[in-house]
C-alpha cells in the first residue's frame, strides 16, 4: 500500500490505508496513518490507540501491542476485551506478573469467563516453575467448573486434560491420592490414551 498524498484529506482515508497497511503486515504505514487520523481527529485518540494495539497484536508484535494498550489505558480504563489481549501480549513477552493482573481484571469484571481463569492457571504455571507451591490450583480449579460444559469441543478438552493432570499431580503432592486418583480418572475420561494418566493411575492402583 502506497499513500496517495495528492488526494487524502478525509480521516476516513487515512483510516483505510492503515487498515489495510496492516492486512498486508505494514505496520509502520499502518501506524502512521492511524496517527493521520488523530491529527485530523484528536477526540479518536482513545479508539485509535486501541485499533494500533490490536493490529500489533495479529501481527505477533506484543512488544508494540502492550505500549498502545498501555497509552490506551492512560487515557481511560480498558475494556475487558482489550485488558485480556493486553494480558496475552504481557504474557506472550514473558511478564507473567503483569499479565497475571491484567487477567485478573478481566475477571473482576466477568469472574466466569473460562478463558480468563485458564490464562491465570497459565502464568502461575510460569511463576512456580517447579510446580512445588501449586500455584496454579485455583485457577485451574476454576476453568474446570466453567469450562466442562464445553468439554466436547477439541481446544477445552484439551485445556481441561491439562488442568486434571495438574491437579492429579498437586493432589499427589499433597499426598491426597483418592483426590488424585479422581483427576486422573477425569482425563482418562476425556482421553483413554493420555500417558501422563494411564501412568499415574498405575501408580496409584498400586497404592
Known amino acids: 500500500v502506497e499513500e496517495d498524498t495528492s488526494r487524502k484529506t478525509f480521516p476516513s482515508d487515512y483510516e483505510y490505508f492503515a487498515k489495510a497497511s496492516a492486512k498486508l503486515k505494514k505496520m509502520e504505514i499502518a501506524e502512521k496513518n492511524y496517527l493521520k487520523v488523530l491529527e485530523l481527529d484528536s477526540s479518536r485518540s482513545n479508539e485509535i490507540y486501541g485499533l494500533l494495539a490490536k493490529a500489533y497484536y495479529d501481527q ?53 469467563y473460562a478463558n480468563g481463569w485458564l490464562m491465570r492457571a497459565k502464568c502461575n504455571i510460569e511463576l512456580d516453575s517447579n510446580q512445588i507451591n501449586s500455584l496454579a490450583k485455583p485457577f485451574y480449579e476454576k476453568y474446570i467448573e466453567f469450562a466442562v460444559v464445553d468439554k466436547e469441543k477439541a481446544s477445552v478438552k484439551k485445556n481441561l486434560i491439562n488442568a486434571y493432570n495438574y491437579l492429579g499431580y498437586s493432589s499427589v503432592r499433597e499426598e491426597n491420592y483418592a483426590m488424585a486418583k479422581t483427576y486422573f480418572e477425569l482425563t482418562t475420561a476425556l482421553d ?5 494418566a494411564t501412568e499415574a493411575l498405575k501408580i496409584l492402583n498400586k497404592k
Open 60 to 112: 505477533k508484535m506484543y512488544d508494540k501491542s502492550a505500549e498502545w494498550y498501555a497509552k490506551k489505558e492512560s487515557i481511560q480504563a480498558l475494556n475487558n476485551t482489550d485488558q485480556y489481549y493486553l494480558g496475552l501480549a504481557l504474557f506472550n513477552q514473558g511478564y507473567y506478573s503483569k499479565a497475571d493482573s491484567s487477567f485478573a481484571k478481566v475477571l473482576t469484571v466477568t469472574p466466569n
Open 192 to 196: 483413554p490414551a493420555d500417558e501422563r
